[in-house]
C-alpha cells in the first residue's frame, strides 16, 4: 500500500517521488530535510561559484614594461652623418620659413578664409529657404500675405542659385 504523500510528490517531481519511496516508512519532519537538501545544495553551489571566481591575469608578461621601455646599444656616431644630418635640417628650417612668408600661401589662406565665410552664408541660406517652403523655423512665411512670402522665397532662391 503507498501513502498519500507518496502519491502527491510522485505527480509533482520524480525526483522526489524517487526519494520518498527510499523513505517510505519516514517522517514527515525528514521528507522536510530531504527537500531542503535539494534545495539548498544546488544553491550553495551556485553562489560558491559565483562568488569563488579568481582575477583574471595577463599572462606570463603581466607587469613587464615591453621591450620599448629597454635602452638600445650605444651606436657609433659619424661626423660625416651628423654635418648632413645638421645641414638637411637648416635647409628644411629656411625653405619652411619661406614658404610660411610666402605669398602664395597667403593668398590661398585669404580665399579659404573668404570660402568659409561664403559656404556658411549659403547653408544657412539654403536651410532658410527650406524653412520658409515649408513653414517652419526662423525663416517661416506664416504671417505673410502671399506675395510677401513669393517675394520672400524668390529672394532666398536667388541668394542659394537655385533660380
Known sequence: MISSSFMVSANANPIIATLSKRSYASSPSSDFLCMSRLVAFPLVASVSVLLWTNPVNAGILSGFSGLESVPGPELPKID?????????????????????SSKV???????SKQNKERNERLIQDKYCLRGAEWGVGDCSTQGMTQQERDDFVAMLKKRTGEE
Open 105 to 111: 600661401l597667403k593668398e590661398l589662406l585669404e580665399k
Open 80 to 100: 660625416f652623418l651628423n654635418k648632413w644630418n645638421e645641414d638637411n635640417q637648416k635647409k628644411y628650417a629656411e625653405l619652411d620659413s619661406q614658404f610660411k
